[in-house]
């Protein structure tokens, strides 16, 4: 007799699972389980809203298992302890799961299936959380990981496209036993009942709802094929990108991706065969640029445990960043004084999820841009309350954006101004006036820059800079300049130059004429339509 478990960690979905097709091929019983072990997805550095999308995937697992007869059992505790339990009680002959690619996962990972080697149970591990296996890419590549998103393309190109997602699994194949009293011994506890509580009353005050499931995530992948067909029928590429819609409805699949209610295979294979549908011709590099960021910052952590980290991480440059807890603390709770970036924080804090282009902006302020802060500070943030944020693709972008790696070359890029990035991304104000409401009655002029708003200004609007919004907590002119000084004579000094003589000059501090390239041309391969910098 085959009895299967199907142990769930990310990959929380029925369609595209191998790991759970294995778990049904010639079974007579599948348990799917999953296990809160105070690590598992991410949980261990979660806020509430990462915990509530999370809950929310598994809710609506339970109720995919519960249209097939079936239910999702859910444990607390350590994995090889409940496993050496229902291993012997179910009389359990097989443990299938889906590979956790990144190095904090090993030993979880090692520990399981030693007890399932010990307890004579066959496990069987697929890939499906990436478009590659990374150890394929590590192998190709002679063993080490590509150090630049260039050869990285090079890797994976003689490696071939990525595979089809397969046919959804079938669960009317398969007993999938279910008790009368199975809420009592195995029910999904409730966010309470696990000590998750919101941080803040705005939390649970939804602008944009974010919902964690896959059949969320499948309804918003219709959505997002027809805008990428109207895009191309257009000529347009990442259309969400160049144009973004900072208070329309949540258009991006990233948090379903992170969590893996939905597969990144399926979502690949669906942009490419609408672009191919439309243009009769292969997508072109930068329509799955995006794509091929994520597979490359998860090849890029395998076997380098330190990968979040700046010292003993041997891809990432030791830059010799400040410490000055005020102004972090001033930047965690959108007290900056710069109001584009506070709106951005205060939706990250309420929402759990901002765009890219606010995420470069806030990210560029807290380090290389304004406050010279490690990006480590970000990272572990974001970790806290960025829905989509995970272990490698996070830091990998934090590294990126700090200029700490990933670059090819030693040039320090400019970075964004947090006045006027600000006014090109909400022209009209919205978006601060929705998540900044004290500067409500602010006018368009003054809006991103307060503090040169006259007194009588500040009055007539109800908001007086150092009483009612704080005053910015560095000029962003005077210190741009420095900071970007800095980083050229450190990254000098690395290759032996000559070090750059004096400060940036105006033109480089003031330079904004990327505004005049057009979309098309800001999606190339390397994804330049996400790394604009503006002094």
């Known amino acids: ?140 590549n002679r063993g080490s990981p590509p150090l630049t998103y260039e050869s990285f393309c090079n890797v994976i190109e003689m490696l071939g496209v990525p595979e089809r997602p397969l046919d959804d699994a079938d669960l009317t194949k398969v007993n999938l036993p279910a008790s009368d009293d199975h809420d009592n011994k195995f029910g999904l506890p409730t966010l309470e009942m696990l000590g998750i509580e919101p941080e803040c009353e705005k939390q649970l005050q939804r602008h944009n709802i974010w919902i964690g499931g896959e059949s969320q995530a499948l309804e918003q992948l219709a959505t997002r094929k027809e805008i990428e067909r109207k895009a191309f029928e257009c000529d347009r590429i990442l259309p969400m990108q160049s144009a973004p819609d900072l208070l329309g409805q949540p258009m991006s699949c990233s948090a379903h991706l992170r969590f893996g209610c939905l597969s990144i295979r399926k979502f690949y294979w669906a942009i490419c065969d609408q672009y191919k549908q439309v243009k009769d011709k292969k997508p072109p590099s930068a329509v799955v640029s995006q794509f091929i960021w994520r597979e490359y910052f998860y090849t890029m952590s395998v076997n380098n445990i330190n990968y979040n980290s700046q010292e003993n991480n041997p891809i990432c440059l030791k830059v010799p960043w400040y410490e000055d807890d005020e102004k972090l603390q001033k930047w965690k709770n959108a007290k900056t004084g710069y109001p584009w970036i506070d709106a951005c924080m205060t939706q990250l804090l309420v929402e759990g999820w901002i765009h890219h282009v606010a995420r470069h902006a806030v990210a560029c302020f807290l380090t290389r841009g304004d406050l010279w802060l490690s990006w480590e500070h970000g990272d572990k943030f974001f970790n806290r309350y960025q829905l989509d944020a995970d272990w490698s693709v996070c830091a990998g972008n934090w590294m990126w954006i700090a200029s700490s790696a990933f670059e090819q070359s030693l040039d320090c890029p400019k970075c964004f101004c947090p006045v006027r990035y600000g006014q090109t991304m909400d022209p009209t104000g919205a978006f601060v006036r929705r998540y900044l409401p004290i500067l409500s009655q602010m006018p368009l002029k003054y809006l991103f820059n307060p503090w040169k708003a006259p007194p009588s200004v500040q009055k007539e609007a109800g908001c007086i800079v150092g009483e009612d919004y704080p005053e910015r907590i560095v000029d962003h002119l005077e210190v741009s300049k420095k900071n970007r000084t800095t980083m050229l004579n450190y990254k000098n000094s690395l290759s032996k130059r000559e070090p750059h003589c004096g400060p940036a000059s105006e033109k480089e501090v003031d330079d904004f004429a990327w505004l005049t390239i057009s979309a098309e041309d800001k999606c190339t391969a390397n994804n330049e339509c996400q790394k604009l910098h503006v002094e």
């Open 1 to 140: 007799m085959k009895v299967s478990v199907h142990w769930y960690r990310h990959g929380l979905r029925l369609h595209d699972n191998p790991a759970l097709v294995e778990a049904i091929r010639d079974a007579d019983e599948v348990y799917p389980v999953f296990i809160f072990d105070g690590k598992v997805a991410g949980t261990y550095s979660a806020g509430y809203n990462r915990w509530r999308f999370l809950h929310e995937c598994l809710q609506d697992l339970d109720e995919s298992y519960k249209k097939a007869g079936g239910r999702l059992y859910v444990f607390q505790g350590e994995p090889l302890e409940i496993f050496s339990n229902i291993f012997k009680e179910w009389n359990v002959t097989q443990l299938t799961f889906e590979e956790d690619p990144e190095p904090i996962w090993t030993e979880r990972d090692k520990g399981v299936k030693a007890l399932c080697k010990q307890m004579n149970v066959e496990w069987v591990e697929k890939v499906s959380h990436t478009l590659w296996n990374p150890k394929d890419i590590l192998s190709a």
